[in-house]
């Protein structure tokens, strides 16, 4: 029996745990030398180690039925399929995902920055190793990463990205530089993306730091749940989904999905008990200025209406996924593991059921596929309307 068991799932949020290298044989000749590496070579030790005990798993068969068995408590590097695409393959199997959206971790980091030379270089690399390490299987779904600062070279990164066959791509939760992600200068980029049938996504830490650090600095000093200081703790998670709220409340009223009615996109890894409270919000301001502000006049739906026909959420293991359904809808939200990051729990299937008890055969099949299939479109779109097994 796998993970999933008898229920069809889909998996929104999954991670690769890259190696040092894993820019190396993907980015442009010329921009190499701009990569920051001193962060990765830092992590040697650990990577050693986590290679050494991969090795050893595909020598001894008992090791690897060990790991096998760890699925959800072996994290990062450690974890099975972390980094090794033959591992990848059998920890889905395990799973029993009919699809996983795929990240990078820490690449980012090595080009971040306001260098653009090396900011679209290094995402075009990053793009290019991802798309490549989910060749290994068709479930297997590769997010690019596309910065909106140049709108020039983001269109062509989104071009990019899609010729490599990405399946979502991910987009900061930021203004775009100087620009708000509406511009007309950006238009080529939604434009492309509803065209093509691939959805944006924020992502959790798209938007930059979560809070002033100030409100750290109240002579109580506390850990992160793994024991530092820099991961998130309880006053950074109340801010984690500001910024896409923002954003994506400016798309929104702007009128971007009215000029790209099959744009559509994904929050992971934000949380979504704040979604349902958001919806009213996003009506309300529509009540306030439309008056004032010609955008608004223009709107062909009401804001939340926007929201249940374009986007997607993925709750957090033990977010109460019932009551937000049943204040939201049942067309709004995700199943998500955030494999392998520790930040997905140990077992989130069992989490998210503790709340799901009560609901029909359609309004779980939504959340562990339908609503993602949808998201995805093309095939996945055709299979989440099929009838579902009562």
């Not at 999933?4 to 190396?24: K, N, P, T, V, Y």
């Not at 793009?127 to 490549?132: E, H, L, M, Q």
């Not at 434009?191 to 996504?201: G, I, N, S």
């Amino acid at each position: 029996m796998t993970y999933a068991g008898d229920q069809r799932m889909l998996d929104a949020d999954s991670h690769i745990m890259e190696l040092s290298d894993f820019l190396d044989a993907h980015v442009d000749e010329e921009y190499s030398h701009l990569l920051r590496r001193k962060g990765m070579e830092a992590l040697k030790p650990v990577l050693d180690s986590a290679q050494a005990k991969a090795e050893a798993r595909k020598a001894d068969p008992e090791k690897a039925a060990a790991a096998d068995e760890r699925l959800l408590q072996d994290k990062g590097w450690n974890a099975v399929g972390a980094f090794d695409q033959d591992e990848r393959i059998r920890a889905l199997d395990l799973f029993g995902f009919e699809g996983q959206l795929v990240f990078a971790t820490f690449a980012t980091s090595m080009f971040s920055g306001r260098n653009e030379d090396r900011l679209y270089a290094g995402a075009s690399a990053q793009n290019r190793a991802v798309a490549d390490f989910c060749t290994a299987d068709e479930r297997l779904l590769p997010v690019a990463f596309v910065p909106l600062v140049d709108p020039q070279r983001a269109h062509a990164l989104i071009v990019e990205a899609i010729e490599l066959g990405c399946d979502a791509v991910m987009v900061p939760s930021t203004a775009a530089g100087e620009r708000s992600p509406t511009h007309p200068d950006l238009d080529p980029v939604w434009d492309t993306l509803a065209q093509a049938d691939v959805p944006f996504v924020h992502h959790v830490g798209g938007g930059g730091r979560l809070l002033d650090q100030a409100f750290h600095n109240n002579d109580r000093p506390v850990s992160d749940h793994l024991g530092g200081g820099e991961n998130i703790r309880s006053k950074d998670f109340l801010a984690i989904p500001h910024s896409s709220e923002l954003w994506l409340g400016a798309m929104i009223y702007d009128g971007i999905f009215d000029k790209f009615p099959t744009l559509r996109g994904g929050i992971i890894e934000q949380g979504a008990a704040w979604v349902p409270s958001w919806l009213r919000h996003l009506d309300y301001g529509l009540r306030a200025f439309r008056r004032t502000e010609e955008p608004l006049q223009k709107l062909e739906m009401k804001p939340s209406e926007y929201v249940t026909k374009h986007l997607k959420f993925t709750p957090f293991p033990g977010e109460q996924i019932d009551w937000m359904i049943e204040e939201g809808g049942s067309e709004l939200f995700m199943f998500s593991t955030d494999y392998p990051h520790p930040e997905g729990g140990k077992d989130p299937l069992a989490k998210f059921e503790e709340f799901l008890g009560d609901k029909t055969a359609d309004e779980r099949d939504r959340f562990f596929y339908g609503n993602m299939a949808e998201l995805l479109g093309r095939d996945f779109a055709k299979k989440a309307q099929q009838p579902v097994a009562v």
